[in-house]
């Protein structure tokens, strides 16, 4: 899949046509199967992106709370 990667998106339809075009996928069932788990598995990794980005911030502001701790008792 990562030599395809930019083609796939979270759209279930636009994956089952990239897959017509990069493999050759007989059954439907499977078809339909395989272009459902790369939207899901790419909508978890966008998912996984944003909380990362959002907690970022969060964690930059307790290390210099912890800093600004550690000079006031020193």
């Known amino acids: 899949m990562t030599a ?3 083609k796939f998106g979270v759209d ?3 994956n089952k046509k990239i897959l017509d ?3 050759i996928v007989r059954s439907k069932g499977l078809k339909n199967e395989i ?3 790369i939207a899901t598995h790419l ?3 966008l998912e996984e992106q944003k909380e990362k980005e959002s907690l970022a911030p969060q964690e930059e502001a ?3 709370t912890e800093e600004m701790e ?3 008792v020193s």
Do not use: D, P
């Open 62 to 64: 307790i290390v210099e």
């Open 12 to 14: 279930f339809k636009q």
């Open 4 to 6: 395809y990667k930019g």
């Open 35 to 37: 272009a459902g788990y």
């Open 43 to 45: 909508k978890r990794e």
């Open 21 to 23: 075009e990069v493999a």
């Open 70 to 72: 550690e000079q006031l």
